[in-house]
């Protein structure tokens, strides 16, 4: 692949990563308010509290993300690590 088909993809044009962003949050939105229309069948209390699924799953991202953060401090090597 040549450099100027790499760098003319549709990822590379800051508009089109802003419209992705947007859609993301639209549907994240709609999936968070969907919860009003259908009925749960709970096993524990907590998960009838609105929104609980959207939350529970944001909460864990988060905490993975910061998990992986806190685990790059002890198992990141050089650049040259292998040579």
Do not use: Q, S
């Not at 639209?26 to 969907?34: K, S």
């Not at 229309?37 to 524990?44: E, L």
């Amino acid at each position: 692949m040549d450099k100027k088909t790499a760098e003319n993809t549709w990822f590379d044009k800051p508009e089109n990563v802003r419209k992705i962003i947007w859609a993301l949050g639209i549907v994240c939105a709609a999936l968070f308010l969907a919860d009003f229309f259908y009925h749960k069948h709970a096993h524990f209390a907590v998960e009838n509290v609105f929104g609980f699924y959207a939350l529970y799953g944001f909460i864990m991202c988060v905490l993975l993300v910061l998990a992986a953060k806190l685990m790059r401090v002890f198992l990141m090597r050089d650049e040259d690590y292998y040579d």
